[in-house]
C-alpha cells in the first residue's frame, strides 16, 4: 500500500515524456518533404522509362546511366521505409508497453477493498487517464505512418519493374549484336532516313544533355571539390619533389607531366565514390582521364611519335563517341561518323604499318601486331557499318578503342603505384639495422608484386564489362568469387580457395618474416650454438605454417573436430605404409631436440666423411668432402652408429705413422719425430705433441707422431706437411726408410727358368724345348703312318 502513490507519480510521468516522444514521431513534416522530392525524382524516372520505350532511343549508355538513377531512386526509398518503419515501431512497442501497464493497474485497483478503494480511486482515475491519452496517441500516428509507408512501397515496386526493364532492354541489345539491325548504305532505306527532322533531334539531344540536376551536386558535390583540391597539390609536390622522385625509375614519366599525373590520380582515386552522375559530368570526368593518360603514356613513348598521335587520337574519338551516345545521337548520322571514323583509322593504321615494316626491315614486333589487329578492327567495323550491322560494328569499334585506354590506364597505375611503394619505403624511418634493411627490401617486393596484381586483375575485370560479359566490375568479381565446385557433401567455392591461398601465403610470409629477425637480430645478441639456431627457426616456421594450413582449412568450411577423422585415417596409413616416413619424422624431431648432430659438424657415416649441410624432419643431407651429398634417412641416424669429429670440439689428433731400418739410432729418431711435431706452427702446444716407439716390423722399426690440430678442417693438411717434413729430416740425418724384403724358396721351376738361374744360358746356346721335341715325334708317326 505505501508504494502505490510513488509508483503512480513515477507512471505518471512517464506517461507525460511519452506523450511528448509520440509529438515527436508524430511529425511527419520530414518524411513528406523528403517524399515529396523523391516523388519528383520519380516523375524524372517514369519519363526516362517511357523515352526508354521507343526503339531509336535505345542506347546501351543511356541504359546504363538510367539504371543507375533508378537504383540510386530506390536506395533513397529503402532508406525512408526503414525510418518509417522504425517509427511504427517504436509506436507499436509503445503501445503494447502501456496497455500492459493499464491492465496491471486495473487488476491491482480491482484487488483494493474498503477505505483503501476509496482512498485511491481519484489517483486511479487520473492513471488511466493518462494512459488512455498515451493509446490514442500512438494509434493516431500510426495511421499517417502506414499511407507514407504505402506510399513509398508503390514507387519501390514501380523502380523495380522499371529496373526489370533496363536488364530486359540491355540483354535485348547483347543478343542483337550479330543481328542485322539497320538498313545498308547502299540501300535506299538508309537515303530515306536522312531526314531534315535529324536536325531537331539532334538539337533536343543537346538541351538534354547540359541540364544538370542541382540535387546532384547537393549529394556529391564534395567528391568534385576534394578532386579539384586533390588534383594541384599532387601537381606541386610533384614540381618541389621532381629530383628525388626522378631517381625512382618508375617515377621519371610522371615528373614531365606533373599536372597531369596529379589529374588522373584525383579522377582515377575518387571517381569511384560517384552514384549516378548526369552524363555530362560523366563525360567531363573521361576527358579529365583519357587526357590526363595521353599526356602520361606520350612520356613513355617519346621515342615514337606514331604512338603519341595514336593515343590523342583514340582519345580524342572516345571522348566524341561518348558525347554522341550521350546526346542520343540519331542513328543514321551516327553510323556515317562511326564509318568515317574506321576508314581514318584504318588508313592511318595502314600507313603507319607499311613505314614501320621498311623501318624495320620487314622484322615484326609487339607495336606492329597492335597496328594489324588496329587495322583489322577498323575494316570489320566498316564493312559490318555498310552491311547493316550497326550494333555489332559500333560495339567492336568502341570497346576496342575503350579496352586499348583501359590497358593504357593499367599500365600507367601500375608504375605510379611501384613508384609510390618505392618511394614510401625508402622514406619510411626504420632502425639502420641488418634485419630493419632486408624488411625494406621484403616489403618493397612483396607491395610491388600485389599492386600489380591489383591493376592487373582490376583491368582483366574492366575489360569484361566493356566487352559486355556484364554491366558492373562488381557483379563480375562477385560472381568469380561465388562459383563454386561440388564434390560429394563439399562446396568449395573461389572465395573459399583465396581465402585459404591468402592464410598460407600470409602464414610463409611470416614465418620468413621472423626466421629472419631471428638471423639478423636475436641470434647475434644470444650466443647459441648453430644447431639450437637451426631448431628454433624450425618450430616458429612449422608451427607457423600449421597455423596457416588449419585457417586455410577452416576457409574451406571443414571444422577442427574433423580433423579427428583424418588424424584416424592418419594413423591407419601409419599401420599400412607409412612406417618409415612417420619414423623418419619421429627421429628428426629427436635430432632436432637432442643434438646429436648439427649443422657444419663433420662425421663420419658408412665409411663416408662429409659435412652436415641440413637436418629435415625426414632426412639430413651430408655433403662429402668431394663435393657429393648423400641424402641419409633421419631413422638411420638415429639407429646406427655416427662418428661425429666436432659434437664437443674441433679440435683433432693426428697420427702419422713411419719406420726406420734396423739398426737405426732409436733415440734419435724419436727426437727428431719430437721437434718435427712442435716445429710446426698449426699443432698445439697443449696436449703436447708425443713420440712414441710403437714395436719391431718385419722389416723396419715403427714409430707414430702424434699431434693435436685446432680444428678438424686443417687435419689432413697438416698431416702432410707433418710427413713432409719428416721425409726431410731422415734424409738429412741419414737414416733409412725401408721397404719391406722377402725370401723365395722355389719347390719347381721351369727348365729354361733354371737353366737361367743356374748361370748355363748363354748368348746362342741351344735349348731343347719340350714342346718342339713332342712335335717331332709328331711328324716322325706321321710319315710311318703314310709309308
Known sequence: MAEIVPRLAEVEAAAAAELVKLAALADMSIFEARLQRLKHTQEDVTKGELENQRADNLNYDNLLTFRQTVERQNRNLNQLMQEITGNISLMDAAYKEWSASREFWVRLKDKLEGPAKSTFGDAFKDIDKKIGEVLKKSRQVIGPLASLQKEVADLIAGNNQYLQGIQKSLAGLRGKLLVKNAPSFFSREFYGSLKASLGEEVRKGYEGFWQLDEGVFFRQGWILMLQLLLAPLIGVFLLLNRSRLAKAEEWRFICQHPWATGCFVSVSLLSFLYDGIPPLWRLAIWVVMAFSASFMASSLFDKERSKVVLVFFLAVF???????????????????????????????????????????????????????????????????????????????????????????????????????????????????????????????????????????????????????????????????????????????????????????????????????????????????????????????????????????????????????????????????????????????????????????????????????????????????????????????????????????????????????????????????????????PEVLTEPSPSALFIGFGESSLDFELRVWVASINNRLQVKSELGKTIAQRFQEEGIEIPFPQRDLHLRSVDEKAGLQLMGKLRRGYPVLDRNDEKKGEEEKNMKVYEE
Not at 644 to 667: E, F, K, P, Q
Request: aromatic share 14%; glycine share 8%; with cysteine.
Open 318 to 680: 572516345s571522348i566524341l563517341t561518348m558525347k554522341l551516345r550521350f546526346i542520343s545521337f540519331p542513328q543514321p548520322l551516327f553510323r556515317i561518323y562511326l564509318a568515317v571514323v574506321a576508314v581514318l583509322a584504318g588508313l592511318g593504321f595502314l600507313w603507319v604499318l607499311l613505314r614501320r615494316s621498311v623501318l624495320l626491315e620487314n622484322r615484326q614486333d609487339l607495336y606492329s601486331w597492335l597496328l594489324r589487329l588496329g587495322t583489322a578492327t577498323a575494316a570489320v567495323s566498316f564493312l559490318a557499318q555498310c552491311g547493316g550491322y550497326e550494333a555489332f560494328s559500333s560495339w567492336l569499334l568502341y570497346s576496342s578503342v575503350t579496352s586499348l585506354f583501359v590497358l593504357i590506364s593499367t599500365y600507367v597505375s601500375v608504375l605510379l603505384a611501384e613508384g609510390g611503394v618505392a618511394f614510401f619505403t625508402d622514406h619510411f624511418p626504420l632502425p639502420q639495422t641488418s634485419f630493419f634493411e632486408n624488411l625494406r627490401k621484403e616489403i618493397y617486393w612483396r607491395c610491388k608484386w600485389l599492386t600489380r596484381l591489383f591493376f592487373i586483375v582490376f583491368g582483366g575485370l574492366y575489360l569484361l564489362r566493356i566487352w559486355g560479359v556484364s554491366d558492373n566490375v562488381g557483379d563480375i568479381w562477385n560472381a568469380i568469387l561465388n562459383f563454386r565446385v561440388s564434390i560429394g557433401a563439399v562446396h568449395i567455392s573461389v572465395r573459399m580457395a583465396l581465402l585459404a591461398v591468402l592464410f598460407v601465403y600470409l602464414s610463409i610470409m611470416i614465418s620468413s618474416l621472423i626466421q629472419m629477425y631471428l638471423d639478423r637480430e636475436f641470434f647475434p645478441s644470444h650466443k647459441m650454438e648453430r644447431g639450437q639456431r637451426e631448431l628454433i627457426k624450425k618450430l616458429f616456421h612449422y608451427s607457423v605454417v600449421v597455423l596457416g594450413f588449419l585457417l586455410a582449412m577452416g576457409a574451406f568450411g571443414i571444422e577442427l573436430k574433423n580433423f579427428a577423422v583424418l588424424a584416424g585415417a592418419f594413423g591407419i596409413g601409419i599401420g599400412f605404409g607409412l612406417q618409415n616416413i612417420v619414423n623418419n619424422f619421429v627421429s628428426g624431431l629427436i635430432l632436432l631436440f637432442e643434438r646429436p648432430i648439427t649443422v657444419g659438424d663433420v662425421v663420419v657415416f658408412q665409411g663416408e666423411w662429409g659435412t652436415v649441410r641440413q637436418i629435415g624432419l625426414r632426412s639430413t643431407i651430408v655433403e662429402t668432402f668431394d663435393r657429393s651429398e648423400i641424402i641419409v634417412p633421419n631413422s638411420q641416424l638415429v639407429s646406427e652408429p655416427v662418428i661425429n669429429w666436432t659434437l664437443s670440439s674441433y679440435t683433432a689428433r693426428c697420427i702419422i705413422s713411419v719406420g726406420v731400418a734396423y739398426g737405426t739410432d732409436i733415440g734419435q729418431v724419436l727426437h727428431i719425430l719430437q721437434a718435427v711435431g712442435k716445429g710446426h
